[in-house]
């Protein structure tokens, strides 16, 4: 599915994009994940963020701001995909998010024992908060940045 969704978004930004990353859970092979791809267009500089906007706008994704994650521009898939198909980052080369997201992937790829352990902590925080994705994303962020701490030393 990441390799369809990301032709589709080259063709649709274009050069603005430098790559497209996948990120997240099922970037990682073996780590229990929803079936929702993470993806990062990443752009040069913040000049080119407008414009990503502007062309991912024009494909149908619905921009949501950084979602209090200062670098990191959200975006809801176009119609008639479900809300949670998959999750559209905007992120500038070499920013935090992007450094976090490539950090936290590769970190669990290499480490297959971590991601074992986080695929458990995500299993039991997905049966405590149910579809209430804030929560869940909120109660699992301080094993994160556990992980982004390991990782960013290793």
Do not use: C, W
């Not at 390799?3 to 994009?17: H, K, M, N, P």
């Not at 780590?31 to 024009?58: C, F, G, N, Q, Y």
């Not at 809801?76 to 450094?99: A, T």
């Amino acid at each position: 599915m990441f390799d369809q969704l990301r032709e589709e978004l080259e063709q649709g930004v274009g050069d603005v994009a430098v790559a497209i990353e996948h990120v997240g859970s099922t970037a990682v092979p073996g780590l229990a994940a929803k079936p929702i791809i993470d993806l990062d267009v990443v752009v040069r500089s913040s000049d080119d963020v407008p414009t990503a906007i502007r062309l991912l706008e024009s494909l149908g994704y619905r921009h949501e701001g950084d979602l209090g994650v200062p670098g990191r521009e959200a975006f809801l898939p176009p119609p008639p995909l479900p809300q949670h198909h998959h999750h559209l980052f905007v992120v500038v080369l070499g920013s935090k998010p992007y450094r976090d997201h490539l950090h936290l992937r590769d970190y669990l790829r290499a480490h297959p024992g971590e991601a074992h352990k986080y695929g458990e902590v995500k299993r039991t925080l997905a049966e405590l908060v149910g579809q209430d994705r804030n929560a869940y994303t909120e109660a699992k962020s301080a094993h994160v940045e556990e992980m982004l701490a390991r990782a960013r030393g290793s």
